[in-house]
């Protein structure tokens, strides 16, 4: 269940907020539509529900808000807008990586991809998807922890009839299994066709909160709107002129002197009031399309609407197309004057339920069998609250488009359509395995294997070009490092690949269905600065090698002998590699961008360094002249195994103006990267 309570946004400078004081509730078992047009809060609503943005207001989630939650993925599957993930991904990949996150076994991806229909597709990058495709993948993301509640941001946009066909028999046997679904939805039609409950929205507020039946009958039909002080009398005449006319004609008295007159027009109803001398303060011919503005029912409050007593449904079987939909219409309408084609007037919905109806039985467990793409998924007969389908006698000329768009499905119902297995996953801070999930996330596209090659091959060629022009030391050489260059290609491509690491989950957020963004976790920091030690060491030693054998092939053994201090150097070269992968990760998760990343690696020799350097070398009262001795001097007696010699080559290494920039970049985005953390989970 979830109940949403003053949800309210922040306003931006003189505007009006976007959403202001929503309230409602999608009870377990019922499929929930939001229902407004463009701009009218639909969207901000969902995001604020699953506070991914700003404002006020709290939305608790079967008791408890999201952020008290230790999952939020077991509780809540969510789709917002099109699938989050890298467009190189393949289908199969990006569910194996959120397998990891969500701590599910990898081969739940397979299952998913079977209900789903998409395990012909599996091996298929993201970007080559169809919309429709696109949609399955979210819904088998949404699914894939067997979440209580799906929370979907218009699920069907983009989709042709056959699939929303589909999309809406999978969110039916969510909630046949006791589940919430809450959708959103511009179309009314659409809604009044599938949900149960709906939520109508309009410039940020409720304006209804009606059950399906209700909301068809006082929102899709067209009518003629009757204000006078006279209605009960005129709605006496209105039905006897219709009996007697053998006109199908339904008159609903609405709240204080209003009439709603459904199968007439405004001349009949005028020249009626006319001659019986009734005066008329309104009438005019509206349509429920248009919004809550074209009804004066909408302004009634959701206790009142949910007071009305609803309709009862059920499925006609055997009749005449127009027939049954002019039934169902009908049924929804439930009002409490109604005169048919016969000519026989009845009093209320419950007195035309004697007519024919269908049962389906509705699912009592799960099956394994499998949906197959496009298989047309009905909405179950039986539904939350025991409401049924009523199948008057009806008109064949009264049939309308907004009449047939509020029917429901047809009644021949098909079984519905498969869920995964459940599954059990212990609560804990999403993701659950960070290791296993990094290395499927950095191994899951190609934008690391191509950065590596392209490092080996710039290094390769600059330090063949250096010996050729001469005057560069050794060290440099092997490196690829130029004197002209604050940083050389490989130090360059490891801050790259750092970068990535971060700026890869804002652009593609992996971990969407979770919270909508990267969850900055210490679990995950440590996993993405682990992975990248790993790559940056590994790169550090394929360029060590490529450019000593390039340097051995085109000049010989005298360029690629290895230097004597071998070991302080190869020391140096690896804490640069790590450094500028560190920093690559630290800054651009900081920022939430990989340019960024990327700059404050090159932001560490070019601006650091000179600052560094004018530090040191400025005048002072007193200097650290012979520190290095007397660190040596005090670790000499107290590291066994010759530990001393490692301190001092760190020693060193932080010594050096790069390596004392870099050391104070890190310190710099490390405690700012956990002071934004700690700042977030206080908030």
Request: hydrophobic share 40%.
């Amino acid at each position: 269940m979830i109940q949403a309570i003053g949800l309210t946004s922040d306003p931006r400078k003189d505007l009006p907020p976007a959403v202001d004081d929503v309230s409602f509730e999608a009870r377990a078992g019922r499929v929930t539509a939001l229902l407004g047009g463009p701009g009218a809060g639909k969207t901000t609503v969902l995001r604020l529900m699953l506070e991914l943005q700003r404002g006020r207001g709290v939305t608790y989630f079967r008791g408890r808000p999201l952020h008290r939650i230790a999952h939020p993925s077991r509780e809540v599957g969510v789709l917002l807008g099109d699938v989050p993930g890298h467009p190189a991904r393949t289908v199969r990949g990006h569910l194996r990586m959120l397998c990891a996150a969500a701590g599910v076994p990898a081969r739940r991806a397979d299952e998913v991809l079977e209900v789903v229909g998409l395990v012909s597709l599996r091996d298929e990058r993201l970007s080559t998807l169809s919309r429709g495709m696109d949609r399955r993948l979210g819904l088998a993301c949404a699914l894939l922890t067997d979440p209580h509640t799906l929370v979907l941001d218009d699920p069907t946009s983009g989709l042709s009839t056959r699939e929303k066909r589909w999309m809406h028999g999978m969110l039916r046997a969510h909630v046949a299994h006791g589940g919430t679904v809450l959708l959103t939805t511009p179309d009314p039609k659409e809604a009044a066709r599938t949900a149960d409950q709906v939520v109508t929205l309009e410039r940020g507020r409720v304006v209804a909160d009606q059950e399906a039946a209700d909301f068809a009958r006082t929102r899709l039909r067209p009518r003629v709107a009757v204000r006078t002080p006279h209605a009960p009398r005129l709605a006496t005449l209105l039905t006897k002129e219709a009996r007697a006319t053998h006109r199908s004609v339904e008159v609903v008295r609405e709240s204080g002197n209003r009439l709603s007159v459904y199968g007439s027009t405004c001349a009949d109803v005028g020249e009626t009031a006319f001659r019986n001398g009734i005066p008329v303060h309104q009438l005019a011919d509206e349509v429920g399309d248009m919004g809550p503005r074209a009804s004066a029912t909408a302004d009634r409050s959701a206790d009142e609407a949910r007071a009305d007593v609803a309709p009862q449904r059920k499925a006609a079987v055997s009749r005449p197309e127009g027939s049954r939909e002019q039934a169902a219409t009908r049924a929804r309408s439930g009002g409490p004057t109604r005169t048919t084609d016969a000519g026989t007037a009845t009093s209320s919905a419950t007195e035309s339920a004697t007519s024919s109806t269908a049962s389906t039985p509705v699912r009592k467990r799960r099956q394994r069998s499998v949906t197959a793409p496009g298989t047309e998924a009905r909405t179950p007969q039986a539904r939350s609250g025991d409401r049924q389908r009523t199948e008057p006698e009806a008109e064949a000329s009264d049939t309308t488009p907004l009449r047939r768009a509020a029917d429901a499905p047809s009644a021949e119902l098909d079984a519905l359509p498969e869920l995964p297995p459940p599954i059990s996953v212990r609560p804990a801070p999403s993701p659950l395995r960070p290791l296993r999930y990094e290395l499927r996330r950095a191994a899951g596209v190609g934008t690391g294997f191509v950065t590596c090659g392209a490092v080996l091959l710039v290094s390769a060629v600059t330090a063949v070009l250096l010996a050729r022009v001469g005057h560069t030391p050794r060290p440099r050489l092997m490196a690829g490092w130029p004197q002209q260059l604050p940083l050389p290609p490989a130090a360059l491509g490891a801050g790259l690949l750092g970068a990535l690491a971060f700026g890869d989950e804002f652009r593609h957020p992996a971990l969407a269905a979770d919270r909508g963004t990267v969850p900055r976790r210490l679990g995950l920091l440590a996993a993405k600065l682990l992975v990248t030690t790993a790559t940056a060491l590994l790169l550090a030693v394929l360029t060590l090698g490529c450019d000593i054998e390039m340097l051995y092939l085109v000049y010989g053994r005298e360029l690629a002998e290895v230097p004597s201090d071998w070991l302080s150097l190869t020391a140096s070269w690896f804490g640069l590699m790590v450094g500028c992968a560190w920093a690559g990760v630290l800054a651009a998760g900081l920022f939430r961008s990989t340019t960024a990343g990327l700059a404050a690696v090159v932001a560490v020799p070019v601006a650091v360094v000179p600052v560094v350097q004018k530090i040191v070398e400025g005048p002072s009262v007193r200097t650290a002249a012979g520190f290095p001795l007397r660190i040596r001097e005090l670790l000499l007696n107290q590291w066994p195994f010759g530990g001393e010699r490692y301190v001092e080559a760190a020693a060193r290494l932080i010594a050096q103006p790069v390596g004392g920039a870099l050391t104070l970049s890190l310190a710099a985005l490390l405690g700012a990267f956990f002071f934004t953390t700690l700042r977030g989970k206080v908030r």
